[in-house]
């Protein structure tokens, strides 16, 4: 029962480098996300990705980009990381459909990222 | 856009006492969900309770309850008999039926004391 893995769990970055944050699941969820923490904001969302070979922006973003793979994998990357995504990413995933209920988003344990 | 705000950024509570956390919304929808998650030190998101806005009645899970006002777009959370293990961010989230994501608060900070 891994449900939603997310690695690295921690990663320390330079200005200018790039890095992937790998996500996936196996509770065959349709829908899967990519969130980022910081102090007094809450979650804020990156991207997204209702089904299999579609993505969509979220809230913030700019500076990320995302690959849905396959059903399982949904990876995020920094192409050239700044101080300003130092964070705490959470990958999430459900089951969501149209004509289903409230589809609760289940989270993976987050990966922080430093960016120096 | 919908937004969802906690305006109580930390909360005190004695062990076996009672706490609210408050949260509003704005939305122009009138089919939606609601959610309270909670993160304890540990950083894992678990699900503590949902709502939804078609439903009068107010959810219960345990010691977990909320108070869900649609007119006043009110929601918020009861902890009854509270634990050491409560201690953690309690975060309010919002979800129109017809979206995808979950739109958070900023999330408030739980104390529990002895």
């Known amino acids: 029962n891994a449900g939603v893995t997310q690695t690295p769990k921690f990663q320390v970055l330079k200005t200018g480098q790039s890095m992937t944050l790998q996500c996936a699941q196996d509770m065959n969820h349709n829908s899967m996300y990519w969130y980022r923490q910081d102090p007094g904001m809450g979650l804020r969302l990156i991207y997204y990705s209702a089904s299999e070979g579609t993505t969509d922006k979220g809230e913030v973003p700019n500076g990320y980009n995302v690959s849905r793979l396959n059903k399982r994998e949904f990876s995020l990357r920094l192409e050239s990381a700044a101080p300003s995504q130092t964070s705490v990413y959470f990958c999430?995933?459900?089951?969501?459909?149209?004509?289903?209920?409230?589809?609760?988003?289940?989270f993976g344990a987050g990966s922080r990222l430093t960016v120096l | 856009a919908q937004t969802v705000t906690q305006s109580q950024p930390e909360m005190s509570v004695q062990e076996a006492e009672t706490v609210t956390l408050s949260c509003t919304y704005d939305?122009?929808?009138?089919?939606?969900?609601l959610f309270w998650y909670k993160q304890p030190p540990s950083r894992q998101m678990i699900l503590v309770i949902r709502q939804e806005a078609y439903k009068q009645q107010n959810a219960t899970e345990n010691r977990f309850s909320v108070n869900f006002q649609k007119a006043a777009k009110s929601f918020s959370l009861k902890i009854s008999d509270s634990q050491l293990g409560d201690a953690a961010m309690y975060f309010c989230a919002y979800r129109a039926r017809s979206g995808y994501a979950l739109n958070f608060g900023k999330g408030t900070s739980l104390l529990v004391t002895p």
């Open positions: 999430a995933s459900s089951p969501w459909s149209p004509i289903s209920g409230a589809n609760v988003l289940t």
């Open positions: 939305t122009s929808e009138s089919d939606y969900y």
